[in-house]
């Protein structure tokens, strides 16, 4: 077994061992026969564990991975825009944006935070979703 040692500052450990206090009082207010005295260093790695599993199973079941390939979201915002006569600096100036970082956008290079996808999206119209995004191998 390894040991980690972290640094907290007092704030963000009193944060957490108040957490923690709660977390013991919920368990046994749910089940009187509980008797849990959770330590702070122990609800830590509880919420360590529990977050590892979290990304454990959602790689199992994770529909888009085949063969061990994750395959990329790409939109076709670009494609879009041209169809309907809208120009990237329209989206830009519409959006308060500049041109070169929408453009990123639209070609692929970067994909957008979910906000700003559907700020995008709205501004070409809220074309059905299957239209707007793919899955590249």
């Known amino acids: 077994m390894k040991k980690i040692t972290?640094?907290?500052n007092d704030d963000t450990y009193e944060q957490i061992?108040?957490?923690t206090e709660l977390e013991n009082l919920i368990n046994r207010h749910r089940d009187k026969n509980r008797n849990d005295n959770y330590t702070t260093e122990?609800?830590?790695?509880?919420?360590?564990v529990d977050k590892v599993?979290?990304?454990q199973h959602f790689n199992k079941v994770n529909p888009f991975i085949k063969n061990n390939v994750?395959?990329?979201v790409k939109n076709r915002f670009k494609e879009i825009a041209k169809n309907k006569n809208i120009y990237i600096k329209d989206v830009a100036d519409q959006?308060?944006?500049?041109p070169p970082n929408i453009s990123k956008i639209f070609n692929n290079v970067s994909q957008p935070r979910l906000e700003l996808f559907i700020k995008?999206?709205?501004v070409l119209g809220s074309p059905p979703?299957?239209?707007?995004?793919?899955?590249?191998e």
Request: charged fraction near 20%; aromatic fraction near 8%; proline fraction near 3%.
């Open 129 to 136: 979703l299957s239209q707007c995004i793919y899955l590249e």
């Open 17 to 19: 061992s108040e957490i």
């Open 53 to 55: 599993e979290q990304i």
């Open 42 to 48: 122990e609800f830590i790695v509880g919420c360590i």
């Open 120 to 122: 995008i999206w709205i």
């Open 70 to 72: 994750q395959p990329k």
């Open 6 to 8: 972290i640094e907290l």
């Open 95 to 98: 959006l308060d944006m500049q």
